[in-house]
């Protein structure tokens, strides 16, 4: 095995202080055992907790983020998402690259021009296994 990539919500040290509400993400599945498979590995995160029909998945001790909860239902995903997951990185190739590898699916690249208020931004969206959308995004410099 080789070195694991680190969660990307590492850099929300801070949330605790903006957040005081405890946030927990839930993604509706048909295979659970799938979507568990991919997702710690995407994340870098851990089995929680874990009951016939859901899994909860946190990051590990030295990192921080919101959990995870992977929800076994029986209808198929229809749409596209309303609202979806997206994370920083320093190296957008890579983790796309990596992301596919572990079975997330390209659908399209984008961009923001920068402003007085935000930077460039570039991103990639994806699908996991399940065709969940997923953006992964790095700032220009």
């Known amino acids: 095995m080789g070195t694991r990539s680190p969660g990307p919500f590492t850099s929300l040290s801070w949330l605790p202080t903006l957040c005081p509400v405890p946030l927990s993400i839930s993604l ?26 859901h899994v909860a998945l946190a990051p590990t001790a030295s ?12 209808e198929p995903k229809t749409v596209k998402n309303r609202m979806h997951l997206d994370w920083d ?11 596919a590898r572990l079975g ?25 296994p ?3 959308e997923f953006c992964v995004e790095q700032v220009l410099a």
């Open 28 to 53: 509706d599945c048909n295979d659970l055992e799938a979507q568990c498979a991919f997702w710690t590995a995407a994340l870098g995160y851990e089995i929680a907790e874990r009951a016939p029909e």
């Open 63 to 74: 990192d921080h983020g919101p959990r995870l909860y992977l929800n076994r239902v029986p």
């Open 89 to 99: 990185v320093d190296d957008i190739e890579a983790e796309s690259k990596r992301l």
């Open 104 to 128: 997330a699916e390209y659908v399209h690249r984008d961009s923001l021009t920068a402003t007085a208020q935000a930077p460039a931004v570039e991103w990639i969206t994806m699908r996991d």
């Open 130 to 132: 399940e065709g969940n």
